[in-house]
Every structure is written in structure tokens, then in C-alpha cells.
């Protein structure tokens, strides 16, 4: 009950905070431009019909593959943006002494923090990007499957990036140094997966570690559980990380 | 309903409470009492909760604040010094925030939140943003936060601080209606503050408890003497041997400044002080070394430094 009450407070920030609505809408501007390039770029494909010794492109390949891995690539981009100052802020303008001292724990802070977060982004997916499989269906014979798929890794995603942001904004009390962190962790990971073609350990770390890696088999309609365990398992270490930072302000 | 053990808290190699133990009992207002960096806010802040101690124990209605904290912070109100405030709320939903955070149930909430904004006369400005209030406004929006579950216990670390003659008139009517209705322990560095909201002062110094009770119970404790200071309209050269021939009085001497001040040990002079003083014209009696000098004198056997967390 406590979590909801502080998720409830979380989302209803970042409704009524005009930064949110900055932040949103370049997210969308930007992802829309690619999306309207990437569908383009399908249609002129496709209107050449198949060239010499290849197959045309399905829409899957064509269209939901390449979107959802730029719309990933965009929203890590964006995401640190939103969630830096989610405790970082608290910190530093003292209610967290509202929180400290009312019959709430750790825990219960750290869960309504980003679930707050994710409501909020669940509204802004909806509501943004919601013309996406209009668009498709609209346009032609859109497969289900791999929409569903892509969707789910974009909040899998989502999740992920809004708990290094919580925990990163929880290990400092200044928002910029808190982006910057989270920053430097998403796209870190991300750029970790080019490492893949490589041979021995080096190879390895980009398979298993690589952000890109495990979240792009979603938008070929694959659900592994290998990414699952992934997304769910950097989800739950980075939310008890600030559970952790949190509990030990009683402490310092 | 506040009982405190041999409370020490360090940070580092720095020891900020040093085994501290006093008792508030229920209804009582105490208040906290020493230079800036005295252990105060922290021990104010442990006994909320919301910071642990290095050893000893606190009980708050009941509960150990550590090992029942949750129970304990139920019932506490905490104005931190800092009110702990989310400037882009309106009053409003800040207070309802802070009520659903200390569990008062949905059907109650309105009326709880309506209640704290009568008490602290905040009912114009509800539907305000907090940001654009006044800082007197927002430290009530505090006191109101720490009000709104109708704890027993309010915790208030320096309620009046930083705020304009006028505004800290209207803390401490404020805190005037408190008393009775909850146990309040409130922190100040200011003297006058005490002896307007206080039953009983707590002086502490660099970490350690030096003095402890009613201002009757300093002034003993400290050995300091009762002393009226005379403001004469008509005095002559017969003037110090009537002062001196009252009951009770042990010393009369004349300031620069033509007034008289006598001291009268143990005993409460000033009635017969007063009626012998009369035919000479008395303009102004009034007691001399008050809790200034009580505290000054407590605190002045240690040096005063500053050791905030």
C-alpha cells in the first residue's frame, strides 16, 4: 500500500512536470523520424520487388526489426533524462526526511519509485507511440506475433533503464552526475554487444552482457529465456542496489 | 512517552551525542537547548527513526525506535530543520501525501488533511503551489506535515528559525495550542524561545547532556542566586539600606546606570522587594539572570565547536 502511494506521487510528477513533456516529446519527434524513414525506406524497397538473388524483405524484417532496435537505442538515450531525478532530487531538497521518518522502508520506496516511473512511461507509450501498428496494420498484412514480442522487450527494456536510473540517481545527489552514470551504463552495455564477433572471453562478455544483443531477438519475435532472465535479473540487482543506498542513509 | 538510554552517535572519528538519556513524559513540552552543532538534530533525528545510533536505546509511545521503528514512526510528527518539502505540489496534495505516507486511512484523509491546514491556518493557501509560498507559509506547510496523522509525539528541530519577528509570533501561538494535546520535544538555540514554549529545557554541548529541568530546577541546580534589577524614578543615598533591610535580600550594588541590583540567595524576594522599592518611585523590576546566564554558564565549561553532520 505504502509503494502505491509513492508511486502514485512518482507518476503524477511526471504528468504534471513540464520537463517531462520536453523530454517526451523530442523522444517522440526523434522516434517518429525514424520510424518514417525506416517505413520509406521499406515501401521503395519493396516497390523495386525482390532483386537479384535475394527475397523481399517481410514486414517483420523490413519494418518492426530496424524500428525496435532504434526505438531502443533512442529511449536509453532519452531515459536517464526522466529518471535522474528520482531520488537524486529528494536528496538534495531534504524531503527525504518526509520519507525517512514516516512508517515506510526502503523497499517500499525504491518499488514505488519505479513503478511510478513505468506507469508514466507505460502513458507515454500508449499515448506516443501508439499510431505504430495502426500504421502497420493500415498499410498491410502486420503479423501480431512480433509486434507483441517487440512490445515486450521495449518494456523490458523500459524497466531495465528506469532501475540503473533509480539507482543511479540514489548514489548521488546531484541529477547531472546521476544521468551521466546511467548513461554511461545503458549505452556502455549497449556498445558492449560489438564485442560479440570477437573471439574468447572478450566475445563472451559482448554475448552475455551486451544490452543489444538481448534486446533485439525480441523484434525478430523471439522470446529467449536467457533475455528474460537477463532484463529481469539487472532489473531486481539495480533496484536492490538503492533499496541498499537508501537504508544505509539511515546510517550516514 | 519518551524514554532515552545512553544515546551515542559518531560519525567517524567525530562522537556528535554522547550518552544522553533524559524521560519526556505524556503532554509534556521540552524543549532542546544548546549552540549550533550540539547533537540536537541528531539525536532528534534518531528518535524519529530516521538515523541510527552508534549505542544505546530510545523509546518512543512505546516502541523502540530501532527494532520496532516502524511502529514508533507511526507515531511521530517530524519537522526536520529543513521543512521536507516537494516545492511543484500544491499545499493540498503535499498534505495528503504525507497523510497516505503515515497511514491514516483513505476515508479519514480529507478530514485529517482539512483539520492540520485549520490548525496551522493554512486553509487560504490550499491550493497553492508550495514553491510560491512565503518561507513563514512554508514552514507551517511543515509543522501542518508533521501534524496531519495526529501523532502523540511531534518532533520540531528549530521550528522558528529563519523566519521574521511576526511569523515567529505566530510559530509559537501555533505551538501554544500544540501543548497539552501531544508530547512535544522542540529544539532552539534561541533562549527566549524556551522560556515562551517550554515546561522543561534539556541543555546540551558538544554532545553531552550539562544541564537538565525546569528553569527553577537550572537556576539550583546551577547554584545561581535570585537577582532583581530595580529601575528607580526617584532614588536617594537612603535608597540601598532600605533594599538591603528586606527579608531575605544579601547584597544590594548600584549599576552605572542608577539601577539597583539586589540579590536575594535562595529565596523569592521580589514581592517584599517590590513594596519596599515602591515609595522611591519603582519603574521596572525585573529578574536578573534569567535562562541567559543559566545557559551561558552551562555551556561555557566546554569550548563550542562546530561538529554538524
Redesign the interface.
Known amino acids: 500500500m505504502?509503494t502505491f502511494?509513492?508511486a502514485r506521487?512518482e507518476f503524477?510528477?511526471y504528468l504534471?512536470?513540464p520537463f517531462s513533456y520536453v523530454i517526451s516529446a523530442a523522444f517522440l519527434f526523434i522516434v517518429g523520424v525514424f520510424f518514417s524513414l525506416i517505413l520509406d525506406n521499406y515501401v521503395q524497397l519493396s516497390g523495386q520487388g525482390p532483386m537479384f538473388g535475394e527475397q523481399s524483405l517481410t514486414i517483420t524484417q523490413g519494418i518492426i526489426e530496424p524500428f525496435s532496435s532504434t526505438l531502443g537505442l533512442v529511449l536509453i538515450l532519452f531515459l536517464p533524462a526522466l529518471t535522474m531525478r528520482v531520488l537524486a532530487e529528494e536528496q538534495r531538497?531534504?524531503?527525504?526526511?518526509?520519507?525517512?521518518?514516516?512508517?515506510?522502508?526502503a523497499t517500499e520506496i525504491v518499488l514505488g519509485k519505479w513503478l511510478g516511473l513505468m506507469g508514466f512511461l507505460l502513458i507515454l507509450f500508449t499515448v506516443g507511440l501508439g499510431y505504430v501498428p495502426v500504421v502497420l496494420f493500415a498499410f498491410g498484412k502486420a503479423p501480431v506475433a512480433p509486434l507483441l514480442t517487440a512490445l515486450l522487450g521495449l518494456l523490458l527494456l523500459a524497466g531495465t533503464g528506469s532501475a540503473v536510473g533509480v539507482m543511479t540517481s540514489s548514489l548521488s545527489e546531484k541529477q547531472i552526475v546521476a544521468a551521466v552514470m546511467s548513461w554511461m551504463l545503458l549505452l556502455g552495455s549497449w556498445i558492449l554487444s560489438f564485442l560479440e564477433s570477437l573471439e574468447g572471453t572478450l566475445g563472451a562478455i559482448g554475448r552475455h552482457v551486451g544490452l543489444i544483443l538481448h534486446y533485439e531477438s525480441f523484434g525478430r519475435a523471439l522470446i529467449r529465456s536467457n533475455d528474460l532472465a537477463y532484463f529481469t535479473l539487472v532489473t531486481i540487482l539495480c533496484l536492490f542496489v538503492a533499496q541498499q543506498r537508501i537504508e544505509s542513509?539511515?546510517?550516514s | 512517552m519518551i524514554e532515552v538510554q545512553q544515546l551515542s552517535r559518531r560519525y567517524g572519528q567525530v562522537l556528535a551525542v554522547d550518552e544522553i538519556s533524559f524521560r519526556v513524559e505524556e503532554g509534556e513540552v521540552l524543549g532542546f537547548l544548546g549552540p549550533n552543532g550540539a547533537g540536537k538534530t541528531t539525536t532528534m533525528r534518531i528518535l524519529t527513526g530516521s538515523l541510527g545510533a552508534s549505542s544505546g536505546r530510545a523509546n518512543v509511545a512505546g516502541f523502540d525506535v530501532h527494532r520496532q521503528s516502524r511502529e514508533a514512526r507511526r507515531r511521530i510528527g517530524y519537522l526536520p530543520e529543513r521543512p521536507p518539502l516537494y516545492p511543484s505540489m500544491t499545499v493540498w496534495d503535499y498534505l495528503d501525501y504525507a497523510a497516505r505516507l503515515h497511514g491514516v486511512a483513505s476515508g479519514d484523509r480529507v478530514s485529517a488533511v482539512r483539520h492540520a491546514l485549520e490548525r496551522t491556518d493554512l486553509l487560504s493557501v490550499k491550493g497553492r503551489l508550495i514553491e510560491h509560498l512565503s518561507k513563514g507559509f512554508q514552514q507551517r506547510v511543515g509543522i501542518a506535515q508533521a501534524l496531519v496523522h495526529d501523532p502523540p509525539v511531534l518532533i520540531l528541530d528549530e521550528p522558528t528559525s529563519g523566519l521574521d519577528p511576526a511569523q515567529v509570533a505566530e510559530i509559537r501561538a501555533l505551538l501554544a495550542e500544540l501543548r497539552g494535546r501531544h508530547t512535544v520535544v522542540l529544539s532552539t538555540h534561541i533562549l527566549s524561545e524556551v522560556a515562551a514554549s517550554c515546561d522543561r529545557v534539556l541543555i546540551i554541548s558538544k554532545g553531552r547532556l550539562v544541564a537538565s529541568g525546569t528553569e527553577a530546577d537550572l537556576r539550583a541546580a546551577l547554584g545561581a542566586s535570585q537577582r532583581v534589577e530595580l529601575l528607580l524614578a526617584r532614588p536617594d543615598e537612603e535608597t540601598a539600606s532600605v533594599l538591603s533591610a528586606v527579608p531575605g535580600v544579601q547584597e544590594v550594588t548600584v549599576g552605572e546606570d542608577g539601577s539597583f541590583l539586589v540579590s536575594g540567595g535562595d529565596s523569592d524576594i521580589r514581592e517584599q522587594l517590590n513594596a519596599a522599592a515602591a515609595p522611591f518611585g519603582l519603574l521596572e523590576s525585573r529578574p536578573h539572570g534569567g535562562l541567559e546566564e543559566l545557559y551561558l554558564q552551562a555551556v561555557s565549561d566546554e569550548s563550542v565547536t562546530e561538529t554538524r553532520p
Open positions: 505504502m502511494h509513492v506521487r503524477l510528477h504534471r512536470s531538497s531534504g524531503s527525504m526526511a518526509l520519507l525517512l521518518s514516516a512508517p515506510i522502508s542513509k539511515r546510517w
